[in-house]
């Protein structure tokens, strides 16, 4: 997997989801950086990291070798954000390494087998039909539908923007596409990560978007009933939260892997709910 890391102290890994890639993170990182070293990766597929050699898009097996990048680098044990498909990912790290976990934040978390993918996903994800329309949906993808879901104004969000379309561009990327989104069926993948929800030992912190229209806010509220340590906070925001929010997210963040006590009940001037009733 491409990596990259930024920062010195305490060491987190950055997961992001699908259809994106790790610069994600670029808003978060560079206000964590400071405090932290910032691990990010472009998981396999995606951003500047090519399939696994078996086309395995197990999470699992992604966990299993985020866990062999941390030992390489030496990391005795991190803490773990993931935003939307990131967040599975850092779920079943998180589950099978408790030892190497010390705080877990999901965002945006698509956890349980009833997730139903986007209607342009579910079309891509359809034998034949996928084929014939992804050269279209890479088009709407990112000439308009990406750019929706960005709630506010950056000079970089550009180039990011263009940095998750890389691998997705001409007949091949088209291909990729198609390939990423099959990963398999929910009811089975996200089945797993949902039964895995009560192995998790870390403390957890649980953020979502009031507006997500693509994650139901009910499955952070269930996630956090069945993390033992968890608490949720809800933001006034879509669901590209690093994007839309990244102040408020960051200071968030920084709180949370500084301390278990209670996470402070406003940040930045963004108005958000805090559920820590178990």
Known sequence: MNYWVRGSGPPVLFLHGIPTGGCLWDFVVKRLQDHHTCIVVDLPGLGESPPFSDGSRDPRRFAE??????????????????????????????????????????????????????????????????????????????????????????????????????????????????????????????????AALNQITAPTLILHGQRDGAIPITFAERASQMIPDARVQFFDSGHLLPLNVPEALSDQLLGFFASDLEVAPTVSGMPFQTLNEK
Do not use: C
């Open 65 to 194: 070798e985020l866990d062999i990048l941390g030992r390489d680098l030496g990391f005795a044990a991190w803490d773990v954000v993931g935003h939307d498909a990131g967040s599975a990912i850092a779920v079943h790290l998180a589950a099978a390494y408790p030892e190497r976990t010390r705080r877990l934040a999901l965002l945006s978390p698509p956890l349980f087998p009833e997730f139903r993918p986007p209607w342009f996903i579910r079309l891509l994800r359809t034998p034949v039909l996928g084929e014939i329309f992804a050269p279209a949906m890479v088009l709407a993808i990112w000439n308009g539908g990406m750019q929706s879901v960005i709630e506010r104004p950056d000079p970089a969000l550009p180039e990011i923007l263009e940095r998750f379309r890389k691998p997705f561009r001409g007949l091949v990327g088209a291909r990729r596409l198609v390939w990423v989104v099959r990963w398999g069926k929910p009811a089975e993948v996200l089945g797993r990560t949902a």
